[in-house]
């Protein structure tokens, strides 16, 4: 069925610009950063010390140099105005090195200060450092494959441009190994599917494909680099060449002291471990092999907070989850108290019923129920029978990894299923029993398209809902459940890619939300028909991706929709703006309305307009 469409053409003046709206920027709800690279260094007087990038809701803030004895903080401000670190390298000269807003920074753990900072490719970010028999540092950089050189002995930076130029798309360089042959061998994984091993002459910077898949690229205590997908068998490369399929005979060259951010290194120079650094709850564990002994050190630093995820009203009470690190928070606007929790796991949508809060999380597609009539307990999940446990608040409550990463959860009309969908893994639709905590899974060839996943589902009955696809192309449909199958789609323009809002009006009619456009259309359900689109103008703001997206809300006969720039009072009559209201924090994730006022986030702040206007 072709779509018909009107386009809203002019927009109404801004009614309510110099109105007093109230608003109010209740602040961090959170005061934690995030690691974001970590490596175990010694300073000028020998003692050992952790080193660890910090990210708050913004980007990399500031590092931190962590006595491992006494806890004691130096808290270092970075040289360039940051986005965030994704690789580390502590190199043999006892330098942490790593790669930030196109810059290639070196940190000197004896001085306590950053001794170096290059600027050499602006648009990309590296996973993988690592260096050489000459000291040198060599940076792989995503999304181009750029090969960059830092020498610390003559200061000098040399990006050598793309090492694998003829693939046009976004390379994901995961690793790297430098053989003691004076070649550097890089996996690069093509976006979508395939790769290559690239290698680079460090003396006369010759290139050579040398794989056509890519592999886990790791240095041996021999000098030579492997490359294999399980660990175990796989190629050698040597000379600049892919050699034969085989094992090292060797052992893992443990003096790479070079990372992701995610990964967190074990062990520092004296032998001492490394058994945690949690830095949202301020300690760490250090074991002692010679004495046997854990010993816990807590440490302090300045300017954390969590990037928020969404917001949701249960009991009178403003929920809500962050991410980088994990959190769970809640916010009691009328006493002003706080509260905020780790989470399990990255919480990314919020669906209240009654007194309970359910929560879609990413990562494995896992549904938490969270009673808040009760404390809020993290779950240690070591295994599937930990997050089973029928104590846990909040408690397990299904799990499928269809969608794995989860960005809208719905209600049906008799109260007796969830719906939950989203993108990535295999991209499915899961249907979870509140009464029997059975799912049934609605796998992706029934209902989506290539490269295509449903983010937004509206309920239209206990049977059937309508979704939307995004990604390779936008479309609507309809999936009877009963019938376990599409009755009913539509496409939408081209230029509409994501649509990750529903939201239900009067006289069957819905508005949705269009991501990637900054527009709306409005649905006739009845008819099954696309009737209006309206383009937001710049000066309004950009709609904004949320992972559970609550960028529409409806309270009465009145509709709001939230942009980066404030709020508009969306007549959807006529389909136009009949009010805006500008704020002065970009606002980043919505949205919920609690005794007649609109609560939004911005970055890692809860903020609030008076409704009233």
Request: charged fraction near 20%.
């Amino acid at each position: 069925m072709k779509a018909k469409f009107i386009l809203a053409g002019c927009l109404m003046a801004i009614a309510a610009m110099g109105v007093e709206t109230k608003f109010i920027n209740h602040g961090s709800v959170t005061n934690t950063a995030g690691q974001r690279g970590t490596v175990l260094a010694v300073d000028a007087d020998g003692r050992e010390v952790i080193l660890s990038f910090l990210s708050n809701a913004n980007a990399v803030y500031e590092l931190v140099q962590i006595d491992a004895e006494t806890g004691n903080t130096t808290e270092v401000k970075l040289p360039v105005k940051a986005n965030f670190t994704y690789g580390v390298a502590l190199s043999s000269r006892n330098k942490l090195y790593s790669f930030l807003a196109g810059h290639i920074l070196e940190y000197d753990p004896v001085l306590k200060k950053f001794t170096a900072c290059h600027k050499v490719n602006s648009q990309s970010f590296a996973l993988s450092l690592r260096e050489d028999k000459q000291g040198r540092i060599w940076v792989a950089t995503t999304p181009n494959c750029h090969l960059i050189c830092y020498d610390p002995v003559t200061d000098k930076a040399v990006d050598f441009g793309s090492v694998n130029g003829e693939f046009k798309g976004m390379q994901l360089i995961n690793n790297m190994a430098v053989g003691d042959d004076g070649w550097i061998y890089v996996s690069s994984q093509y976006r979508g599917r395939g790769g290559a091993i690239i290698a680079f002459n460090s003396e006369n910077c010759e290139i050579r494909k040398i794989h056509n898949q890519p592999l886990k690229i790791v240095r041996y205590e021999d000098g030579t680099v492997w490359g294999s997908k399980t660990g175990n068998e796989g190629i050698v490369c040597r000379d600049g060449a892919a050699g034969k399929s085989g094992r090292p005979s060797v052992k893992l060259d443990d003096k790479v002291k070079a990372h992701a951010w995610t990964t967190l290194p074990a062990y520092f120079p004296s032998g001492k471990i490394l058994k945690s650094f949690d830095v949202p709850n301020r300690n760490a564990v250090v074991y002692n092999p010679a004495t046997k002994e854990n010993r816990t050190i807590r440490f302090d630093y300045h300017g954390g907070s969590a990037h928020i995820m969404g917001l949701a009203v249960v009991n009178d009470k403003i929920y809500g989850s962050t991410a980088m690190p994990m959190r769970f928070f809640s916010f009691d606007p009328k006493s002003g108290e706080k509260s905020d929790h780790d989470a399990m796991v990255q919480l990314n949508c919020l669906l209240p019923h009654g007194t309970d809060l359910y929560i879609g999380a990413y990562t494995g597609g896992i549904i938490f129920k969270y009673d808040t009539t009760k404390p809020w307990e993290k779950v240690q999940i070591k295994n599937v029978d930990d997050v089973k446990n029928p104590k846990n608040n909040p408690a397990f409550f299904g799990l499928s990894a269809n969608p794995n990463r989860p960005h809208t959860l719905a209600m049906t009309p008799d109260e007796k299923n969830i719906i939950m969908a989203g993108g990535e893994g295999k991209g499915g639709i899961t249907l979870f029993n509140i009464q029997s905590g059975e799912c049934k899974i609605i796998k992706k060839e029934k209902h989506s398209k290539p490269n295509c996943s449903t983010f937004s589902v509206l309920p239209l009955s206990n049977t059937q809902f309508l979704a939307c696809r995004g990604g390779a192309a936008g479309s609507l449909y309809i999936y009877d459940i009963e019938a376990d199958q599409v009755v009913w789609e539509c496409g939408v323009p081209e230029d509409i890619k994501f649509i990750f809002n529903i939201l239900p009006l009067p006289d069957d009619k819905a508005l949705l939300l269009c991501n990637n456009t900054s527009a709306l259309l409005l649905f006739d359900i009845k008819k099954r028909e696309l009737l209006q689109r309206l383009n937001l103008p710049s000066k309004y703001g950009q709609t904004f991706y949320q992972q559970g997206n609550r960028g529409l809300l409806r309270e009465r006969d009145r509709v709001y929709l939230l942009t980066t720039a404030g709020v508009a009072v969306v007549n959807y009559h006529k389909l136009n703006i009949d009010k805006f209201i500008p704020v002065p924090n970009k606002i980043t994730a919505g949205g919920t309305i609690l005794d007649g006022r609109l609560y939004f986030a911005a970055l890692g702040d809860i903020c609030s307009i008076d409704l009233s206007f």
